[in-house]
T-cell receptor
Framework: KAGVTQTPRYLIKTRGQQVTLSCSPI?????VSWYQQTPGQGLQFLFEYFSETQRNKGNFPGRFSGRQFSNSRSEMNVSTLELGDSALYLC???????????FGPGTRLTVT | GENVEQHPSTLSVQEGDSAVIKCTYS??????FPWYKQELGKGPQLIIDIRSNVGEKKDQRIAVTLNKTAKHFSLHITETQPEDSAVYFC?????????????FGDGTTLTVKP
């Protein structure tokens, strides 16, 4: 069974630009969560999507948004990038009613 | 909201020794407590988890204990090996609907010296 896929793996952007990251879940997994990982703040929850609907949301500004498609693939978008948005963005997927989350390798975003 | 504290932040042991990592949580409604291992360049990998109706769970060299009264849970690794070297994270969430909204500890960097 293929694991969670995230694209791209690395990204360099300039302040003020926007970026879109993609996550393809394990087959059969309908829930996708996004986390931001930084050395100073650790792993912080951004949002979770299930069946194309946002189910949970963390405490991030509105510049961070996401969506989920009918095939369960998810994208997250960050607009008006700031230097502090530099981080590893991880997605984690699970079957709808299960507890176990499976993480992808992450997308390393660098904002200059 | 939930707050999870993890100790120690770094841990160095000799190969063959045991390693213990501890976490405390604040939300008494939390009932799912997973542990993740993150190796360099990879995403966190679930290694063991425990739910609030269980006090202890073991999987080969890894065990997790939970004390709901004291709101703390611990990861125990016995007979450590160099390949156990990684960053370990604890997490907590309320239920299966919210398991995708986990609160993580800050991580413990475990180094196992050959």
């Amino acid at each position: 069974k293929a694991g969670v896929t995230q694209t791209p793996r690395y990204l360099i952007k300039t302040r003020g630009q926007q970026v879109t990251l993609s996550c393809s879940p394990i087959s059969g997994h309908r829930s996708v969560s996004w986390y931001q990982q930084t050395p100073g703040q650790g792993l912080q929850f951004l949002f979770e999507y299930f069946s194309e609907t946002q189910r949970n949301k963390g405490n991030f500004p509105g510049r961070f948004s996401g969506r989920q498609f009918s095939n369960s693939r998810s994208e997250m978008n960050v607009s008006t990038l700031e230097l502090g948005d530099s981080a590893l963005y991880l997605c984690a997927t699970r079957q709808g009613a299960s507890y176990e989350q499976y993480f992808g390798p992450g997308t390393r975003l660098t904002v200059t | 909201g939930e707050n999870v504290e993890q100790h120690p932040s770094t841990l160095s042991v000799q190969e063959g020794d045991s390693a213990v990592i501890k976490c405390t949580y604040s939300d008494s409604a939390s009932n799912y407590f997973p542990w993740y291992k993150q190796e360099l360049g990879k995403g966190p990998q679930l290694i063991i988890d425990i739910r609030s109706n269980v006090g202890e769970k073991k999987d080969q060299r890894i065990a997790v204990t939970l004390n709901k009264t004291a709101k703390h849970f611990s990861l125990h690794i016995t007979e450590t090996q160099p390949e156990d070297s990684a960053v370990y994270f604890c997490a907590a969430s309320r239920d299966n609907t919210n398991a995708g909204k986990s609160t993580f500890g800050d991580g413990t960097t475990l180094t196992v010296k050959p």
